[in-house]
């Protein structure tokens, strides 16, 4: 990408190449340079996918709470409307800030969306065999984490009603208007969460910012986009709900509109029309390993040899 520097091929020094710290320190996967001996890495697409849970579980619960008419905070919700779906979109994109900065995120670079896993690998900060484990990841972890709220329903009825009522979060387009209206919104919606992200992250000293943005943009957004599409943005948290919900309306606009939004970014990005970038990681937080996918767990974390 004009105004990035590639993908580092030569390790760097010690301790960054502590095998105390990488399993495999020369293998640089979220850098686009993964070692010629590991073209897959099931261990990141493992952690995609419980980060992706994490974000559905997080964010479909908090959606049927504000949602649900019969819940109370839907119901001191009611009416304000606006407010309503703001919160929303805050709490479901916090729950993609939480599965970035959680243990899994540190692993896997925190994505939790395809949307985001093909910008990175546009950009060249991702192998495009490694774009096929992660996506698939997200997309079986956003069914099961839709499916551990559904399960939650059957143990407790109420809250079934609840989920249910609301489609469990589904994402559809207004029947009252175009489909190119709602495709048009995703694709613009995406590219605004794609351009902040890589934005953020291409700019040392603005990457702390880069895991906290999806929230407050969508608050932002959702007053706008929420009636009209859903503001999905991510085909895999679209295709939990619409599974558990039977609500496939329109669902190729989230199958297509997001992915065109973040190609579309990242063609501005190679024009260099945001200025100058140095993206260096495929991340969302946890910079710094230059590439490499530490240990799960921060015990591993030691100092030997």
Known sequence: MAGMPPPP???VAAPVDNPALYPHPQDRPLAGAPHPGRLVHPRLYACECAGTIVLMVFGVVTNVLLGAA????GRALADYPALQVALQGLFFGMGGSIAALSPFGRVSGG?????????FTLAGRLAWRDMIGYMAAQLAGAVI???LVALAGLLWPRWGGWARATHFAATVPYDRVPLSWAFTGEACATALLITALLFTGGHARLRWA???LAG??????NPFEAWLSGDSTNLARSLGPALFSGQWQGFWIYCVAPFLGAA????MMRLQM???????????????HHGRAPFLLPWRRNTGA
């Open 274 to 288: 945001f200025g100058e970038m140095h993206l260096h990681e495929a991340r969302i937080a946890h910079f710094g």
């Open 9 to 11: 091929s030569a390790p």
């Open 111 to 119: 994505h939790v969306s395809p949307s985001v896993t093909l910008a």
């Open 70 to 73: 019969a819940s109370p905070v």
């Open 145 to 147: 984490g839709t499916g």
């Open 210 to 212: 880069t895991p906290l």
């Open 264 to 267: 579309a970014t990242v063609l």
């Open 216 to 221: 407050p943009l969508f608050f932002t957004l």
